[in-house]
């Protein structure tokens, strides 16, 4: 079974603080994701990693970094914690797949929703 | 520009009966489409997964079809239960080993 773990369940922090979201996953995938969800507007992409030290922005990856030293870790920083990054934070990770346009189904960590007072 | 929709209103629905949801798209020629459930406040978890060369997909008591032409695919849940209560995504590959996912449906089974 695909096990994606991360860090909190839930945090709180304060504007202006430094946080950071870690994931790990246990299958050995090449792809790890970090999304954040919100009430309306579903799913979205923040950054992408496709290998150690890899990463692609996502659709909205203003405020927030990434860090992939190990295959299996995939963490998520926030430089200054802003209120409107109160969310709940999503990490996947897949399997590559070569070929153009295929995604493989992603495996979900239970999430961390991040409340920035 | 592409576009995924899920309907945004519940579907409350008596237990026993069948569910469906429905996902549109635009702009976008997937080669394969997939289903994901997810629970307040945990992440999502895939269901199936259907390709363009397959009219229909079934697991269990759940059944999935796929018009390429409609550029649409229906989720089913029959006899439904309480259990299967939970928001439901469609989620379609977009390039690049990502997925763009929809909204979610989310239904309610009222027993």
């Known amino acids: 079974d695909v096990k994606v773990t991360q860090s909190s369940r839930y945090l709180v922090k304060r504007t202006g603080e430094k946080v950071f979201l870690e994931c790990v996953q246990d299958?050995?995938?090449?792809?790890m994701f970090w999304y954040r969800q919100d009430p309306g507007l579903g799913l979205r992409l923040i950054y992408f990693s496709y290998d150690v030290k890899m990463k692609e922005k996502g659709d909205i990856p203003e405020g927030y970094s990434v860090s992939r030293e190990k295959k299996e870790r995939f963490s998520l920083i926030l430089e200054s914690a802003s209120t409107n990054q109160t969310s709940m934070y999503l990490c996947a990770s897949s399997s590559w797949t070569s070929g153009g346009w295929g995604a493989d189904t992603q495996y979900f960590g239970p999430g961390t929703r991040l409340t920035v007072l | 520009s592409q576009k995924i929709e899920q309907n945004s209103e519940a579907l409350n629905i008596q237990e026993g009966k069948t569910a469906t949801l429905t996902c549109n798209y635009t702009?976008?020629?997937?080669?394969?489409l997939q289903w994901y459930r997810q629970d307040p406040g945990r992440g999502p978890v895939f269901l199936l997964l259907i390709r363009e060369n397959e009219k229909e997909k079934r697991k269990e008591r759940l059944k999935v079809t796929f018009d390429t032409t409609l550029k649409q695919s229906l989720f089913h849940i029959t006899a439904s239960q309480p259990a299967d209560s939970a928001t439901y995504l469609c989620?379609?590959?977009?390039?690049?080993?990502?997925?763009?996912f929809g909204k979610g449906n989310q239904v309610v089974v009222i027993p």
């Open positions: 299958m050995d995938h090449e792809n």
């Open positions: 702009n976008y020629s997937p080669a394969y």
């Open positions: 989620a379609l590959p977009y390039g690049n080993n990502r997925l763009a």
